[in-house]
């Protein structure tokens, strides 16, 4: 890109798009999560499964739990449509792409992908250039998280209406802030319209991790501090529980990876199965 105002998505972001389009591309049908997009947003060099990060025997549980979250939310996001909910925020978008894949479901909600300035301008770019449109429903909301704006101000003027009820999403984010950010957000988050709707990942302590998904968490951790972005958060279940319910969720869940795992792998006879390691967080707010 020439244009100075545009950055292309970090490295994570990049990586998960990748192993988006990677489980369509060598794990055999039925398909979790059809999403080669991301692929043709990134448009990595024609080398990029020969990545080490990409190698399909030694990434395939990292892969199925991106491709299983993923999918959990895009269910939730359906369900809550057809329950008349209209607005979908994502917190740290990145190369998401529910958009452009799913607009039988998407045009009938405002979307508003929040991200950084300079990466957000770098993705609608990519999306015209692809011939992707971008339609009147489709808010990419711009915020600079790094200079503290305050992102309910700037969804407010990109038209969220805070006193209509939402979906909010925030996926693989939580390990990146610190507890006292996380627990700002929440609280911004609860005080939404009553019905609103939050489904937060947060990353596991090492040791609750299943045994054989130890050593993957570790080179995903060396591998964020690495490239500076470096993991600093983990919560144990009760952990993310209090946190939701001191900044005044009065309901509140814990998702296990295991549970999506059964939910979208029981079946399969490949041997494809998540690692453990990433939780959800599901929580509302007060339905009056």
Known sequence: MTDEQTEAPDSTAVRTALWRALHVQVDPPPHVLDDEVGLQLAAPDGNWRRRPDMDPLATSALRAAIVARSRFIEDLIAEQADRGVTQYVILGAGLDTFAQRRPEVAARLQVFEVDQPSPQAWKRHRLVELGYDIPDWLHLVPVDFEASEDWLKQLAAAGFDASRPAVIVSTGVTMYLTKDATAATLRQIAALAPGSILAMTFLLPTELLDDADRPGLRASTEGA???????????????????????????????SGASLAHRYFADRTDGLRPSSGEDILLAATCSG
């Open 225 to 255: 501090r690495a490239s500076g972005t470096p993991f600093i958060s983990f919560y144990t279940p009760p952990e993310i529980l209090a946190l939701a319910s001191e900044a005044g969720f009065k309901d509140a869940r814990h998702l």
